[in-house]
């Protein structure tokens, strides 16, 4: 009788489908695992073990299947053995198999599991049988294998005695990788969930038993007595010892020698034990902290490059045995203390350090840790959080074969404990190094995929050698510049190079010193990278573009209330000059943060930006705008001229360069159309009839971050002769770029490329093209104009031709100026015309600046030569050629000029207020600004009609600038603080004598410096002689301070006045025809002040007159209500009142005060002396009988704008 029939008659099959499962039970045994048993045992395996049959393994797998049923005269006919090679190609998703469950059992489990982490499924379950030998796989790992194959296999709590056997898997997890590009042997790996059921017939009552081991374990000593051998060496001594086992080490791999080390303790000592045998790296999976053990036939050897020396090593002939207690000995260490959750009020330990550099550092704590994983950050960049709040770093460790799941159990010992070293993280972290242990005690019951991967990251922080603090930081840059940068910027390979780039430009922090593995590993006390970190509550923290612009308007009216918009004395203003002051109003703030972090605040940290530089052909305005995957935002920018002072951006090299914008000045501007009565109405919205702002960036482009350079920008570098070997990028080159490629191939060379930057289609080739060198000398505004259905921008440049047009083979770009394109006689004049696409190079053309104009894909050089203007009747005028630009034609700065560039004529204010030119260039700082709206019609800009800009220069002396938007496009940067260049405005003078100016359709403003616009300060007014700024004409219009006596008070009103229409405001408006119910106070007062030289007549008004007068503001409201039922008060100290009787309390009052010793005092005023004085008149005296007619001098008159008491 064959083995098959033998087989079936053992167990009496109940139908055709348990005998069709027999038979296909005792077919796979003898197939796939009778040829793995056949084949020459390893030298831990028994030869009882490859001397069983097909008929006895099958047997052995049946009984073991009914053990495990819930129902046992029933075979488990649905479930099928598989194959390992078959697991591996067929089983593409995660899976469960455990054939004792019950379906109410798999659903208990299934809830159990889904409820310990919500929004993950549980893993689902398949009937397939898993059957094969355990075996020692490359670099210690366990494999299950069979006949077809292997599959890596991971155990909780391994046994040396399952190695080499034939098991059956009765409960089992497959986690299958869907990686590209991995091979069919790490495709995937099997979760062996408690023990395995061994096969061997009658094998498990002399597992224990193997020759020669008895007397080995009979001759082990205890901790104690093996640290003493250690001190006493002798040649070719063996010896065993038992303990508990306190550390396990990860496994290294050095010079490619794989091993690892573990701690044996007892009560007071501990002896090393080093595994450097490849045959015994299997045991970094049987050791755990905690577990009694045995290790035989240990040898002591000198381990060199530890200042330890001797140090216990595996030997060929050593041997495993967990579990183990001795005969003589009773192992009562106690285990480990084992911390399962963390409370952050006991984090902080002590105050924190400061070193050298002045950074605050903190020492960490070694604590042990057991808890669940919840959340899988980032597999390659080793972090994850335990019980949701705590996180885990295992990047000082290498990595390990089986990457951490969410729902994994995990002990930790000896593992660093830091609290806040990344505000981007848990506050509690937890991070190993070389001597942590990390085990998972219990395997994921859920599924899922893992986030993208940093696999990069750990390999740069083995090359460097950062701080956690920092390397924590450039996983979360990574994670983010992964959604705003790819695809469309950066492919995600590139992000990992990106992310440490950005980091070491922003940290500036050395790198750290060589790590001393042994010095980790075995030195007590212990030092580690981890022992002591940064930290830094206000690091920077990353933002998208879209994120800090949704962050901006979401914060632009709530952030701000109505009332805090107005002027000091907002209340006492009118209707008009209430809803004018509301009309526009800005909010900048700095990217340090100078306040501090602010709770739910997306800018609560010092944001930091990255984004491609670039001039956009469709947008509201001709701007460079900083754009990520995310969004875009419009920039303000400026740079450091050869001079080394401030002025607009010129070098066209920066577009297409990927930055990082670390210092930078956020703007939001506000406009407002209202039309509230008063100020009581600033609560109610439904005078609002229209809001919105405008969001934008200013910075310098010297506080840049080249991440990634243009190939201008590589040639621009290298012709500054700055080494580019610290650029870790490469770009993908447009086809603009590529045909300058031969020019810039040494500076290429010398970067180390990991990073590319996708900014536009791929092509090759030479192409060629014709180009004219020109330096700008004027430069109009942007107006619109209609062009077809549309408006379209235009602007034209007037310049001066420098050489003849030059062919090309490949576009010469930024190269150097060569000879024949400075071959001339005489300099032509030609006007450049912008237009469409071709005008979003406004803002980087600047006069006095050299720019090479090409034309690309031609030869023919009357492209670029300017054509007549012809007027009527086919007249051509006199007038310089034009050249219209079309919108691919490029420009780029020559910053190594050719010729000495000419400076053009620019004034400052004082040479404004003193010229008789109608059409000026100056330059001047802004100081104030008001929009000027025009409710009649809607304006093209959409904002206001017009602005009216205050500006000054370092005299003190203020001109009035109007800037009529009606038919240009608003302008950004016209904030105080900004220093602008006004080119082709017209000079006017009033008719009172005063001195402005106004735009024209061809003026233009460009940003030269960024000053601070929160708190814009003139400089300080000069100090004025009032005998002689009342005879200096020329000093007229100008603000100067004044010191002086209050000599008398001449006139003193207040009066509750209509806020509509400035009448008499009693019970209601004194006016018939005003229909307004609101009112505002109001205060006017006059005084003589003499300062020794001089005398002047000073005005206040508004909030002036309450500190003028001393009272405090309880006083001053009280006085208000006062006057509520009459209405107004006019005092005349020197004569009488002309509305009160002599006897009135309020009077005598008011009389009182302006005489008193609180009003008649010294004072420090700030002035300014109105435009236009008048002159000598005529006056008639009485004497008697007698008139006499002289001429007399009208005092000084000045208008108070600032009160110092002295």
Request: charged share 20%.
């Amino acid at each position: 009788m064959d083995s098959l029939q033998l087989f079936l008659d053992r167990f009496r099959a109940r139908g055709e489908a348990e005998t069709i499962w027999l038979k296909e039970i005792f077919g796979f045994i003898s197939e796939h695992l009778c040829p793995e048993l056949s084949e020459p045992a390893p030298l831990a395996a028994d030869d009882a073990v490859t001397g069983v049959c097909a008929d006895q393994l099958s047997v052995c797998l049946v009984r073991k299947l009914q053990e495990n049923m819930a129902v046992t005269h029933v075979l488990p006919v649905s479930y099928r053995p598989v194959s390992v090679s078959g697991l591996l190609s067929l089983q593409h998703l995660a899976c469960v198999s455990n054939p004792s469950w019950t379906t109410n059992q798999q659903r208990a489990w299934e809830k159990e599991a889904e409820l310990s982490l919500p929004g993950h499924l549980a893993l689902p379950r398949v009937n397939l049988l898993l059957i094969g030998c355990l075996r020692e796989g490359p670099a210690g790992e366990w494999r299950l294998t069979d006949a077809s194959g292997s599959v890596r296999c991971e155990c909780l709590s391994p046994s040396p005695l399952w190695l080499n056997r034939p098991v059956f898997l009765p409960h089992w997890n497959y986690i299958p990788h869907n990686a590209p590009g991995q091979n069919q042997e790490v495709r995937g790996y099997v979760e062996l969930i408690g023990s395995p059921a061994l096969l061997c017939p009658d094998l498990e009552q002399g597992l224990a038993a193997r020759p020669g081991e008895g007397a080995g374990l009979s001759r082990a000593v205890g901790v104690r007595e093996a640290a003493g051998l250690l001190d006493n060496r002798t040649r070719g001594q063996r010896i065993s010892v038992f303990g508990l086992v306190g550390s396990v080490c990860p496994q290294l791999v050095v010079a490619g020698t794989t091993f690892f080390c573990f701690w044996l303790t007892d009560e007071s000592h501990t002896v090393r034990v080093l595994v450097k045998d490849i045959s015994r790296q299997w045991w970094t999976q049987c050791v755990y902290v905690g577990l009694s053990v045995c290790v035989t036939a240990l040898r002591v050897c000198v381990l060199r490059g530890w200042r330890g020396n001797n140090i216990l090593c595996v030997t060929e002939q050593s041997e495993l045995h967990t579990n183990y207690t001795h005969t003589d000995t009773l192992l009562d260490t106690p285990p480990p203390l084992v911390m399962s959750h963390v409370d952050n009020e006991d984090c902080e330990e002590v105050e924190p350090e400061t070193d050298k550099a002045g950074l605050r550092m903190k020492k960490s704590r070694v604590i042990s840790y057991q808890g669940t994983v919840t959340q899988v950050v980032s597999d390659g960049a080793g972090l994850y959080v335990i019980d949701r709040k705590v996180g885990l770093c295992l990047a000082y460790q290498p990595a390990t074969r089986r990457k951490l799941r969410a729902g994994d159990s995990v002990e930790l010992h000896h593992v660093h404990f830091l609290y806040r070293p990344c505000p981007d993280f848990p506050p509690s972290m937890l991070c190993t190094c070389l001597r942590s242990s990390l085990r998972v005690t219990a395997f994921s019951r859920v599924g899922g995929a893992p986030p993208p991967d940093s696999e990069g990251l750990p390999r740069l922080l083995l090359e460097k050698n950062t701080g956690v603090s920092e390397y924590l930081w450039t996983c979360h840059v990574s994670s983010q510049l992964a959604h705003s940068l790819v695809p469309s910027l950066l492919k995600q390979q590139s992000v990992s190079a990106l992310s440490w780039k950005l980091m070491e430009s922003v940290w500036r922090r050395g790198r750290g010193g060589r790590r001393d593995i042994y010095s980790e590993m075995l030195d007590e006390p212990h030092t580690c990278p981890l022992s002591q970190y940064s930290t830094d509550p206000a690091v920077h923290q990353y933002l998208s573009v879209s994120v800090l612009i949704g962050s901006l308007h979401s914060e632009c009216w709530s952030s701000v209330s109505l009332s805090s918009l107005l002027p000091p004395g907002g209340s006492s203003l009118s209707r008009s000059q209430l809803n004018t002051a509301l009309a526009w109003s800005c909010r900048t703030l700095t990217s340090a943060l100078r306040d501090g972090p602010r709770t739910g605040d997306a800018l609560g940290r010092r944001p930091l930006l990255v984004g491609l530089l670039e001039l956009p052909t469709q947008t509201s305005e001709p701007t460079v705008q900083l754009r990520d995957a995310t969004g875009a935002v419009a920039c303000v920018v400026t740079e450091t001229s050869r001079e080394g002072g401030q002025r607009a951006a010129f070098n066209t090299a920066w577009i297409g360069c990927l930055v990082c914008v670390e210092q930078f000045t956020m703007v939001t501007e506000r406009f407002l159309q209202s039309d509230f009565p008063s100020y009581q109405h600033l609560n109610q919205d439904k005078y609002i009839t229209h809001k919105h702002c405008r969001v934008y960036l200013q910075f310098s482009l010297d506080h840049l971050h080249i991440l990634s350079p243009s190939v201008a920008m590589a040639t621009h570098l290298g012709q500054r002769g700055e080494e580019l070997g610290g650029d870790v990028t490469e770009r993908k080159q447009t086809v603009e770029e590529e045909e300058m490629e031969g020019a810039t191939t040494a500076g290429r060379k010398r970067r180390k490329a990991s990073v590319t930057v996708t900014t536009g289609p791929v092509g090759g080739g030479f192409r060629p093209c014709v180009s004219l060198v020109i330096r700008v000398e004027q430069k109009e505004g942007v107006v619109q104009k209609v062009q077809g259905v549309g408006l379209t921008h235009c602007f034209s440049v007037r310049a001066a031709v420098v050489g003849p047009v030059v062919s090309w083979g490949r576009d010469p770009k930024n190269g150097p100026v060569t000879d024949r394109e400075t071959e001339t006689e005489r300099e032509d004049k030609v006007v450049l015309v912008l237009s469409g696409g071709s005008a979003r190079w406004f803002p980087l053309l600047q006069p006095g600046c050299f720019y090479r104009l090409t034309a690309p894909n031609t030869q023919d050089p009357s492209v670029l030569i300017g054509r007549g203007v012809s007027g009527q009747g086919g007249v051509e005028l006199h007038t310089d050629p034009t050249l219209q630009v079309r919108s691919n034609w490029r420009l780029h700065t020559l910053t190594r000029q050719p010729l000495q560039a000419l400076s053009p004529t620019v004034l400052s204010v004082s040479e404004v207020l003193d010229s008789r030119s109608d059409m000026v260039c100056f330059q001047a700082r802004v100081c104030d600004r008001i929009s000027l709206s025009d409710r009649t019609s809607s304006t093209a800009a959409g904002v206001c009609a017009g602005v009216r800009l205050t500006v000054w220069d370092q005299t003190g002396r203020t001109l009035q600038v109007y800037l009529d938007l009606s038919h240009t496009l608003y302008p950004s940067g016209l904030l105080p603080g900004n220093t602008l260049l006004l080119s082709g405005f017209q000079r006017r003078v009033s008719r009172s004598g005063g001195v402005y100016c106004r735009s024209l359709p061809v003026s233009c403003v460009t940003v030269m410096s960024l000053g601070d616009t929160s708190s814009v300060r003139p400089p300080p007014a000069p100090m004025m002689h009032l005998g002689v700024w009342a005879v200096g004409r020329e000093q007229s219009g100008i603000v100067g301070r004044v010191r002086g006596h209050v000599v008398c008070f001449l006139f003193l009103q207040l009066q509750w006045s209509c806020s509509l229409c400035g009448s008499l405001y009693l019970q209601t408006c004194s006016s018939s025809q005003c229909p307004s119910t609101s009112s505002v106070f109001q205060s006017k007062a006059k005084l003589v002040i003499d300062d020794g030289t001089g005398e002047a007549h000073v005005w206040f008004s508004g909030a002036l007159v309450p500190p003028l007068l001393g009272l405090a503001d309880s006083k001053w409201e009280g006085l208000q209500r006062a006057l509520r039922v009459r209405g107004h008060v006019r005092v005349y100290p020197r004569g009488r009142s002309l509305v009160c009787d002599s006897d009135d309390p309020l009077l005598h009052f008011l009389l009182c005060l302006c005489s008193s010793d609180v009003v008649c005092r010294q004072l420090s005023l700030t002035c300014r002396k109105p435009n236009q004085q008048r002159s000598e008149e005529m006056k008639r005296f009485s004497r008697g009988e007698r008139d006499f007619m002289t001429r007399v001098t009208p005092p000084l008159q000045l208008t108070c704008l600032h009160l110092e008491a002295v």
